[in-house]
Every structure is written in C-alpha cells, then in structure tokens.
C-alpha cells in the first residue's frame, strides 16, 4: 500500500471538520453516448469505490450534446439511472448543449425540447429551474444559499439566453427587471452567498455576457464555480486551457472552474468537492477521477476586500 498523499490526508481531515459537502461537475457532453457512458462510469465508480462522500451533487451544464432526439434521450437515461445510484440530491443547471436541440429549431409558438431539463424536473428530489423561461433558482443549506444561474428560453420560443449571451431578440426580453431581481434577491440573504452556473464572470474562463451585467456584486457573494471552458481544451480555453482558479474581475471574489466529466476534449474526467465549516470559510478539493486522486486543494481566505466597482 502506498503512502497517502498530501491531498488525500487534507481532504480527509476536511471531511472531519466540513458542515457541509457538495460534489460539482459539469460537462459531460458528448455526441456519442458510448463515449458518455464510458466517461459516466469512470466518475460514479470513482466516487462510490474510493469512498468519497457529499451531501448533494450539483451538475452545471451541458449534460447532453447534439440536436439526435434519440441519442440526448440516451444521455438522460443514463445518467439519471447512474445518479440515482449515488442516492444524493442533485442540482441542474443548463448550459449551452443543454439547449442545442432547442437552439436549432427555427420555429417558434412550439414549446422547447429541453431532455436532460426535463428529466431532472420529473426525478423526485432533484432540482432545477421552475420555468424553462427562469434565469435563476436558489437552495439553502443552514446559512449558506447557493444561486444557480443558466441558459433560459421562453415557453414559446420567442426569446432565448443562449451560451449566456444577452437575449436573442433582446426588446422582448426584460433585461434590466431581472437583473434588478436577482440582484436584490442576493443582497437580501443574510448569509454567505454562492453562485454557480455553466459560465464565468468576467476574469473566469469564456465569461458570460449575460453575467457581465450582474456586475458589481453584492458584498455577500463569496465564491463562484462554473464549467463550459474545459479544462485541457486548448482549442476553445485557448490560453486559459489549465487555468482552475481566477478571481471576478474588480472583485475579491474567486471564481473556480470544475470542467469537465469527459477525458475527450480535456485528457481526465474532473471535478470539485466543496466542503463549508462551521466558520463558513471553505475548501475546495479537485479531483482526477481517471486516476482516482486528488490533484490539488484550494482554501480561499475567510477575508473579502471591497469590490473597486462600488
């Protein structure tokens, strides 16, 4: 038996000390569902088999690729069969895939096709949006309240929030109303704040138009994760191709890229786990679940500097 490593021995000891654990992972996209599947089984496995532990499983985007019915019907099945197995609550968020289906249709006055959407809405326990038209819906653990902000479309097609750019077309939707909205639902929690999303703010990763507009934000929000650039994908991360943490711009606000559950497009099948203590500070733990290890922990300091936007 080898050593433990250092990783290994931190996120034991956190697991001792955290109040509350979630597991965070986004992309799994794929057009073939054999190849979704293999990547599916490699991350489940690892988690079962190596003993990890959460308290919920919260999957930011594009858990379905493609405009084949059949084959993002697959992607569903699966997944909501290999999540049920995990036994813990989860929450969904869409992203960009989630809606390429929907995005193709040049129709409008039909309703969306939104497949891992509306898995996720029929599945006892599990959450996401109310609406196919919401922007945003929230959960609470004890003081902590976490915002989940996706990919939006109007039941009848005649606006759609797609790859967070700005609505399409833009006079009918109301931008500034609910910008307004969210903003004052977020300063109004008492507690900390998380956001998390298939986008970045401006500083993270491919950031979000949409997002931008959110900006400065309230002096609650703590820490925000994300998915959508994935992680060892030269050719859309560019640069940023092995850049996991970076801050919001003009804010002391880091920002934490999870991405992706697939070994295609990034080398390994990664994640996050996010553990909460007492003190609400928090430590982050990424996981190579290829290689069944942690790869490296962040622990963001407990001190928050005023945003210079304000």
Known sequence: MTDKTIHEILYNESLKKAKFKAWVFSDLQQRDPKNAESCLKICTSDFIESGLSADVMWYLGDAVEGKDLDHLSKMSVMQEKAFSEIGIPLCFVMGNHDM????????????????FWETVKKHPGWTTTEHCSDWFFKQTYGDLTVFFLGDHVAEDQSWRVFHQNLPDPFEKYPLEDRIARLKAEIEAEKGPVITASHYPYPGGNRPSALLEKL??????????????????????????????????DWHDIPQIDVSSFENIRGYVCRSVFLHVYEDNSMGLFFRDH?????????????????????
């Open 215 to 248: 900006l400065p934000l309230p002096d609650n929000v703590v820490l925000h994760l994300y998915g959508h650039a994935h992680i060892g994908d030269y050719k859309w991360a560019k640069e940023n191709a092995y850049r996991r943490i970076s801050g919001v």
């Open 290 to 310: 290829d290689h069944r290890c942690f790869t490296e922990c962040y622990f963001p300091s407990a001190r928050k500097y005023p945003s210079f936007l304000k």
């Open 100 to 115: 390429e289906y929907t995005n193709s249709i040049k129709e409008t006055d039909i309703p969306p096709t939104l497949p």
